[in-house]
Structure formats: structure tokens, C-alpha cells
């Protein structure tokens, strides 16, 4: 049995915003079926309903600041959820899943490097402290434990661990493992912010990174990067995760290639990922909560030998919902995502003259970008035949994914994706880009691949005009593939090899087993 302790920012269903929290409920879960120990540890970014409080108080600093966090803790499908209970995190987040890192969208906490230091050094403690096991009636899960460390919010404590625990005699066979979410996202701060994070001198340079691109302001105004004139040094979390872990994962394979093949996949880390050759394992997904047999948010349950007439009937009602022509031959095509250009929402939303020309209706359904909200809830009053839905909605989610006849998926950049695989268990068939694990999981009998979509060299810089448009077309090759087979036994073959594929996380868990048991036998 292995102690497994999985640190993140987000733990779904208690805080998510994207795929991270996803896999920090669905991979935990699946390992404590296989008879292993694990626990996970986030902020305590609500008071959730199940979470009691330990009452095992302990000291962590705050930038300079001495203060103490207090543990509390849930019991949940074999997994104890560790809550790290401090203002800076509960105060911040009036409305769960939207306040995480920012008061809105794209806008940081001046203070994130104090709050996810402060994360790490309360995550170390919870295996020495924080008794385990349904209202804690186990023992502390102890000394011998892989601590998974998910993006760079908690890539610092690798270092932690090394300088304040290993070196005095504590954790010295405990294992850390590197677990990418995003490259996107990097921990990037001012040097300035160095003294803040209590490390000794000799970590400043692990922690030092050369770029081009300049660090936003501090004031919770923007965070667009701006392109220096001359490279400048900054820190960078990330990189130093990957110099201390034991371990460098990421979501999927091809994601790991992309990631070190140059300094556009890698977003200037390539050459840090290839020195600690990032190894990529793709996700799975939970199929206890996408399941159209028992899912609760749709109006038909079906299954494989069933899908033929009982889908047809949640695609009619998809279509009354969202107050779409009623029409059982007209192919849906469906988005759920972030509101931003990772994911090629802006794409879709500028394809909209284009796609009128085609037979097909439209639905879209995310948060995330102010003027992309705007311009998405504006699209069904010109094309009739699209509707979109600018809010956090988990019904209608399920009910898009079951009702669509296609998952659209435009993503300029894709680490791995999870709506393609929801959707593969539905039978509604995925379109997508060639980037990323879309690659790894999107095969030709499963799914129809797009041309890419253009994207700057840098994620965050603003999108041109012309990078749209090529996104439009190479989007529109993708969706024609799939329109000249909708209705085909093609079509049919490939709804049913969907559902006939195993997307749970029962094989992605065994691989990390396999590379957890290989670390603790080093």
C-alpha cells in the first residue's frame, strides 16, 4: 500500500475552475479503490458542509508574517480531503469556483505568492499531523508518503520539504512528484517577491527565470504580459517544482512532447522540461458523474443498444431548451469551456457568418472572458440557429453533452482535456484540434481532427485578427468532416465505439502506481 498526498489549489466538487479540480477528485478516488492511503490537501476556500474541524492548530508564515492555520477535514469514496483553513483563503471567496486566484476574471490576488507558499508549508504538516480514516479515527498517514504537487501553486514544496524537513532528518524517504497541469500558468513573480517565500539564498537561482515577457502590475488591474525590450529576470515556481521534484508528469503524452519540443510549446521552459524528462500519463475521467444510464441532469437515460431513440429525444429537448428550431435531422455541435482563447472560444464566436451557411445548430455554454461573455450571449438575437449561455451551469452541461450530436473542441492549446472524453460516453462524437492529448485521445474511429488554430507565441499575448479568421477555417474543415458523415453508418459505428471506449481513470491509475511504486523503490 502506498501513502499518496495530493496538494492542489482545487479539489472538485468542493473548488474547481477547470480540469484540475476534476482530476484531484476523479485520480484520488480510483487509487483508494486500488487499497492505497490517500488524501488530498486545498484551501479551505468555503465552509463545506462535510468538512469537521480537527482543531489541530499549526505555525506557517505568511510572507514575513508568523501565523497558524488551522486543518479541517472531509471523509469522502476512501479519500481524506485536508482543508487548510486561513483568512487569506476563506475571506477572499464569496462565491465558490469564481474568486479562486482573482476578484475576476484574468485579475491575480496581489498576494497569491504568500497564499500558496503558505499552502505547501501547511500541506507538509498534514502527514505528520492530521489523523486519517472516517472522522479521523486512523493515524496520521506518517513519513512514507509521495506528495503530488499539481501546478505551480504548490510547486514550492519540493523545496520546502528538502530545506526544512529532509535536512534535519524527517520525510528523508518520502517522494515528490511534479504534476502539470497547464504551462500556461508558471508562478511568475518579481524577484521582489523572493523574500516573501523564507527560502535561503541558494534557491535563488533554481528560482530565477530570463524572459522576454515583462510580469503585470501588482494591482489587481491586469495581467496581459507585456513584451520587454530586454530579457529580464523574474521568478518562476514552475521551474523550480521541476528542478527539486522527484518527478515530472504531465496529463498527457503528446502534451509532454509538445511541451519540450521548443520555447513556444514549453512557453520558455522547454529546456527544463526536457532535463527533467517530463513523462506524460492522459487522464481519465469519473464515470460514476458522466454516465447517461443515471445521469440526473438529463431528461432521457440511454444507453448503447438504447442510444439510437433515446438520445434523439434528449437532442429534441436540448433544442426546446435553448430555444432552437426543433428538428431531429439538424446535427448540434456543443462547446462547454473556459470563455478564452486557449480553448477557442473566440474562434467559434467569429465563425458564426460562416457556419450559417452550414446545416447545423450551435450551442456554447462557458464563463471566463468579459467581452467574450458579451459577445456569446449576443449571438442567438443575429443566428438563429446558435445559442449561448454565459454562466457556470453543471445541468446544462450534462444536458448539452447529451443532447449534441458533436463536441466542438478548437482549443489553440489542449495539456489534455476532459469534455472530449464526457462526451465520448454519451455517444456524441468529438471534433477537435490537433494539439495536445486531443491527439492521444481523439483517434480517427473515435472522433474527426480540425486543422490547428493559430496562436501567438506566447499564451496570453493578444490575438490577432488574421490568427482568427485562420482559426475559423481551420475550425470549419474539421466540423465538415463530421457534417458529410452525420447520419451515415459511419456516424452510427462511431457514436457506439464511443461509448464502448474506457475513458474512466482506471488505467491512467494504474500507470501512476506504476511510477509511484518505482520512486518509493529508488
Request: neutral net charge; charged residues 20%; contains cysteine.
Amino acid at each position: 500500500m502506498l501513502n499518496i498526498c495530493f496538494v492542489s489549489t482545487e479539489v472538485a466538487p468542493y473548488s474547481k475552475t477547470g480540469g484540475l479540480g476534476d482530476v484531484t477528485e476523479g485520480l484520488p478516488e480510483e487509487l483508494a479503490k486500488m487499497g492505497h492511503a490517500v488524501c488530498t490537501v486545498a484551501p479551505r476556500f468555503d465552509q463545506y458542509k462535510d468538512a469537521w474541524d480537527t482543531e489541530i492548530l499549526h505555525p506557517v508564515k505568511y510572507g514575513k508574517e508568523s501565523t497558524k492555520v488551522r486543518y479541517f477535514h472531509s471523509y469522502k469514496k476512501g479519500v481524506d480531503h485536508i482543508w487548510v483553513d486561513h483568512h487569506v483563503y476563506l475571506s477572499k471567496t464569496p462565491l465558490v469556483n469564481k474568486k479562486l486566484y482573482g476578484p475576476r476574471d484574468a485579475v491575480d490576488y496581489t498576494d497569491n505568492s504568500e497564499r500558496f507558499a503558505m499552502l505547501s508549508q501547511a500541506a507538509i504538516e498534514v502527514p505528520l499531523l492530521v489523523p486519517m480514516g472516517p472522522h479521523g479515527r486512523k493515524g496520521p498517514m506518517g513519513e512514507n508518503t509521495i506528495f503530488v504537487c499539481n501546478d505551480w501553486h504548490t510547486a514550492l514544496l519540493p523545496l520546502y520539504l528538502k530545506e526544512y524537513y529532509k535536512s534535519y532528518g524527517t520525510f528523508l524517504n518520502a517522494k515528490t512528484v511534479m504534476l502539470l497541469h497547464n504551462i500556461a500558468f508558471q508562478g511568475r513573480f518579481p524577484l521582489s517577491k523572493f523574500e516573501a517565500l523564507n527560502l535561503p539564498d541558494k534557491y535563488l537561482q533554481d528560482l530565477s527565470f530570463t524572459t522576454q515577457f515583462a510580469p503585470p502590475p501588482l494591482d489587481e488591474t491586469t495581467t496581459k504580459p507585456i513584451i520587454a525590450s530586454d530579457p529580464m529576470v523574474m521568478l518562476n515556481w514552475l521551474k523550480a517544482g521541476f528542478l527539486h521534484c522527484d518527478k515530472a508528469l504531465t496529463v498527457s503524452p503528446n502534451f509532454a512532447r509538445e511541451v519540450t519540443a521548443d520555447a513556444a510549446g514549453g512557453v520558455e521552459l522547454d529546456d527544463v522540461a526536457r532535463a527533467v524528462k517530463l513523462t506524460g500519463i492522459t487522464n481519465g475521467t469519473k464515470v460514476e458523474t458522466w454516465n447517461p444510464k443515471t445521469d440526473k441532469y438529463i431528461p432521457v437515460h440511454y444507453d448503447a443498444e438504447t442510444m439510437a431513440s433515446r438520445k434523439k429525444a434528449c437532442k429534441t429537448a436540448l433544442q426546446i431548451e435553448c430555444g432552437l428550431k426543433t428538428d431531429p435531422n439538424i446535427p448540434i455541435f456543443g462547446f462547454i469551456g473556459r470563455l478564452e482563447n486557449q480553448k477557442g472560444a473566440d474562434v467559434i464566436i467569429a465563425a458564426m457568418p460562416q457556419l450559417a451557411k452550414l446545416n447545423c445548430q450551435v450551442v456554447v455554454l462557458g464563463i471566463g472572458s468579459p467581452k467574450l461573455e458579451e459577445q456569446l450571449e449576443a449571438i442567438a438575437d443575429k443566428y438563429p440557429f446558435a445559442k449561448g449561455v454565459a454562466k457556470f451551469d453543471p445541468e446544462l452541461a450534462h444536458f448539452i453533452t447529451a443532447g449534441a450530436d458533436y463536441c466542438l473542441m478548437p482549443s489553440r492549446f489542449e495539456p489534455c482535456g476532459l469534455n472530449q472524453l464526457y462526451s465520448m460516453m454519451y455517444g456524441t462524437i468529438p471534433v477537435v484540434a490537433p494539439v495536445g492529448g486531443l491527439v492521444d485521445t481523439v483517434p480517427p474511429q473515435f472522433g474527426f481532427l480540425m486543422d490547428k488554430i493559430p496562436m501567438p507565441k506566447m499564451p496570453g499575448v493578444a490575438v490577432s485578427e488574421e490568427m482568427v479568421a485562420q482559426g475559423v477555417e481551420a475550425m470549419i474543415i474539421g466540423m465538415k468532416k463530421a457534417l458529410a458523415e452525420y447520419g451515415t453508418p459511419k456516424f452510427e459505428q462511431m457514436r457506439l465505439a464511443c461509448m464502448g471506449n474506457d475513458v474512466s481513470w482506471k488505467g491512467p491509475a494504474a500507470k501512476y502506481v506504476d511510477v509511484f511504486k518505482a520512486l518509493m523503490s529508488s
